[in-house]
Nanobody, 123 residues
Framework: EVQLVESGGGLVQPGGSLRLSCAAS????????VGWFRQAPGKERERVSYISLRDGSTDYAHSVKGRFTISSDNAKNTVYLQMTSLKPEDTAVYYC????????????????WGQGTQVTVSS
């Protein structure tokens, strides 16, 4: 069974940086992608980024492109989301998710989820 555990959220000032970590277990092949989603109060869960464990290819939402970077450390079975130039509108609960390739954009289609970590961007 795939299990995902997020860490690294917190309170940060606008313009600051945070790094989220997703420790994955139970993924037995490279035919998976690991992604980061976020959900703000009253809004739908949206995909922020994902990385293919097969070839390392990545994808980003337009709203975070150039500010967020996703990466994976296969030896540690961990996927990271480095977030820079944070804005108040980045405030949300951030979730790590995994699914078999090829993946779809909407959260409905992703099979495995972590418990989420809160990111608050405020002065």
């Amino acid at each position: 069974e795939v299990q995902l555990v997020e860490s690294g959220g917190g309170l940060v000032q606008p313009g600051g940086s945070l790094r989220l970590s997703c420790a994955a277990s139970g993924i037995t092949s490279n035919d998976y992608a690991v992604g980061w989603f976020r959900q703000a109060p009253g809004k739908e869960r949206e995909r922020v980024s994902y990385i293919s464990l097969r070839d390392g290819s990545t994808d980003y939402a337009h709203s975070v492109k150039g500010r967020f970077t996703i990466s994976s450390d296969n030896a540690k079975n961990t996927v990271y989301l480095q977030m820079t130039s944070l804005k108040p509108e980045d405030t949300a609960v951030y979730y790590c998710a995994a699914d078999r390739l090829p993946v779809l954009e909407h959260a409905w289609f992703w099979d495995y989820w972590g418990q989420g970590t809160q990111v608050t961007v405020s002065s």
